[in-house]
């Protein structure tokens, strides 16, 4: 099993539409846990980090579910902006173990 | 508020010719420093860490070499460039909380071996 796993999709979807994805990872001992989105051809950049009591940022909804080792990711009302790369990160404490998911693409159309 | 710069944006180099890539923190002391490369189609793989001055940590030692001569500068370097040596290189710095913060990027490199 991959330490971190996410459906590479891409997922389309309307504008104003209400969209998820999940990531699911292997170590039971992880510590931390963000969010990333990653435009095509540029760095990623920091979404949000994940708390075990799950947290919101505008239209953005991150939760984490330790006993099934997953985290989710809900955008709501999306937006064109909102096309991109969307990476999970998972850390289980150390510098050399955040690891990255490969992604989820998402795709809004007019 | 904290800032990196990394450059150069986009670099095109022969197969077997030198590579030096330079990444600079403002804003913050004593940042912990990170080259990660990212080849097409493919997840981020880790390749130098670094907590301090001089200390620097290699997951991926190949022909690469880190070296962090200052607090908030950390370079990355090659004698001899390989094909395989290309891809997308970001240096990425985290602050306070030690190795469960996030990473913050810097704008990358875009490094071709022809």
């Known amino acids: 099993r991959k330490e971190v796993e996410q459906d590479p999709g891409p997922f389309n979807v309307p504008e104003g539409a209400t969209v998820a994805f999940n990531c699911t990872y292997s170590?039971?001992?992880?510590?931390?846990f963000f969010w990333y989105r990653q435009d095509c051809r540029k760095e990623p950049k920091l979404l949000m980090s994940v708390y075990s009591s799950g947290n919101e940022d505008g239209r953005f909804t991150a939760q984490l579910n330790r006993a099934s080792q997953y985290i989710s990711l809900l955008i709501r009302d999306s937006k064109l902006s909102d096309s991109a790369t969307y990476l999970c990160v998972v850390n289980i404490g150390g510098y050399s173990t955040l690891t990255f998911g490969k992604g989820t693409m998402l795709l809004v159309s007019p | 508020s904290q800032t990196i710069h990394q450059w150069p944006a986009t670099l095109v180099q022969p197969v077997g010719s030198p590579l030096s890539l330079e990444c600079t923190v403002e804003?913050?002391?004593?940042?912990?420093l990170y080259w990660y490369r990212q080849a097409a189609g493919r997840g981020l793989q880790l390749l130098f860490y670094s907590v301090g001055i001089g200390q620097i940590s290699s997951e991926v030692p190949q022909n690469l070499s880190a070296s962090r001569p200052q607090d908030r500068q950390f370079i990355l370097s090659s004698k001899k460039l390989l094909l395989s040596d290309s891809g997308f290189y970001l240096c990425?710095?985290?602050?306070?909380?030690?190795?469960?913060?996030?990473?913050?990027f810097g704008n990358g490199t875009r490094l071709t071996v022809t």
């Open positions: 990425a710095w985290s602050g306070d909380g030690g190795y469960n913060s996030p990473l913050h």
């Open positions: 170590n039971s001992a992880s510590q931390s």
């Open positions: 804003g913050t002391s004593n940042p912990n």
